[in-house]
């Protein structure tokens, strides 16, 4: 079906860096205040744990038609 824990994500929670949480469904990565994440269009962004919530669920909206403010990715 394509269900699998090691690669769902969801964005309507806030990212956090990885400590022993396996099978949380957040984005983060083993990295001090940011982590790296793949982008639609091919490219890399690192993204700060303290990203805006709403800018953060709204990158994971494929179908919201607004554009995505990549400036508050990062510090």
């Given at each position: ?39 639609a269009?091919?490219s ?32």
């Amino acid at each position: 079906m394509g269900y699998d824990q090691d690669v769902i994500r969801v964005t309507f929670a806030l990212p956090e860096q990885d400590f022993n949480n396996a099978g949380s469904p957040v984005f983060g990565g083993p990295h001090l205040g940011a982590f790296h994440m793949a982008m639609a269009d091919g490219s890399i962004k690192n993204v700060i744990y303290e990203i805006d919530l709403t800018v953060h669920t709204s990158l994971g909206h494929r179908a919201d038609g607004g554009p995505s403010d990549l400036s508050a990715l990062s510090d």
